[in-house]
């Protein structure tokens, strides 16, 4: 079936270091994507996002790139420091049944080593 | 303000206890949604609620009951669960309930069925 996953599930990374984390898509026809964190204890945060008329939306020591080609979504986070370990979970906003839902992928842990 | 409360924080009960989860936000959004997350696992929808009228329920037991007061309030009433609906239940909400609207999420109820 149709599914938002991630290629790698740790990503460990020194403090100070850029830190990349991937995501792949398979329906073609979503035209939103959400990244979220999630801290331990805590419910996801939203970090950014991107339409698909987008290639590339950047935030505060953030970016994230989309190539709907091979429809593969990342994360850039630059200067990655300890508050920035967390799980990592890209979203798609899918229309199913007439209704848009969001479907998560399957997360990914950032470790940030001091 | 950009908040989403949830209470109570954690909920232990057993399989005969009628218990409720709460879910508040003040931003106006016309659409909440509640959420399962078991550990290691990203969040699964299980209701959205859209402009007060329940619009998707994904197939959940009925021993989960979803109530919306009004616009400001999600509940999710409890009832002879069982110990594997021991899970993180995160309340969300958005603008609207369409295709480009961020979900912003609640800390959660830690939930443990004995």
């Known amino acids: 079936g149709e599914s938002v996953g991630l290629h790698l599930p740790t990503l460990s990374v020194q403090e100070g270091d850029n830190s990349i984390i991937n995501c792949a898509y398979s329906?073609?026809?979503?035209?939103?994507f959400i990244w979220y964190k999630q801290e331990s204890g805590k419910g996801p945060q939203f970090i950014i996002d991107?339409?698909?008329?987008?290639d590339k939306r950047q935030g505060q020591r953030v970016t994230v790139l989309l190539n709907k080609t091979v429809k593969h979504l990342s994360l850039q986070i630059a200067a990655t420091q300890p508050g920035d370990s967390a799980v990592y979970f890209c979203?798609?906003?899918?229309?199913?049944?007439?209704?848009?839902?969001?479907?998560f992928g399957s997360g990914t842990r950032l470790l940030v080593r001091p | 303000d950009t908040e989403v409360t949830q209470t109570p924080k954690h909920l232990v009960m057993g399989m005969t206890n009628k218990k409720s989860l709460k879910c508040e936000q003040h931003?106006?959004?016309?659409?909440m949604y509640w959420y399962k997350q078991k550990a290691k696992k990203p969040p699964e929808l299980m209701f959205v609620?859209?402009?007060?009228?329940?619009?998707i329920n994904e197939s959940v037991p009925s021993r989960f009951s979803p109530e919306c007061p009004n616009s400001s309030l999600l509940n999710l009433h409890l009832h002879a669960l069982q110990p594997e609906d021991s899970a993180l239940y995160l309340c969300?909400?958005?603008?609207?309930?369409?295709?480009?609207?961020?979900?912003?999420f609640g800390p959660g109820t830690r939930l443990t069925v004995t």
């Open positions: 991107i339409r698909s008329n987008m």
């Open positions: 979203a798609e906003n899918r229309l199913m049944d007439s209704s848009y839902k969001l479907i």
């Open positions: 609620y859209s402009y007060e009228k329940l619009s």
């Open positions: 931003m106006g959004h016309r659409a």
């Open positions: 969300a909400s958005s603008q609207e309930g369409g295709s480009s609207y961020e979900q912003y």
């Open positions: 329906n073609s026809a979503s035209d939103y």
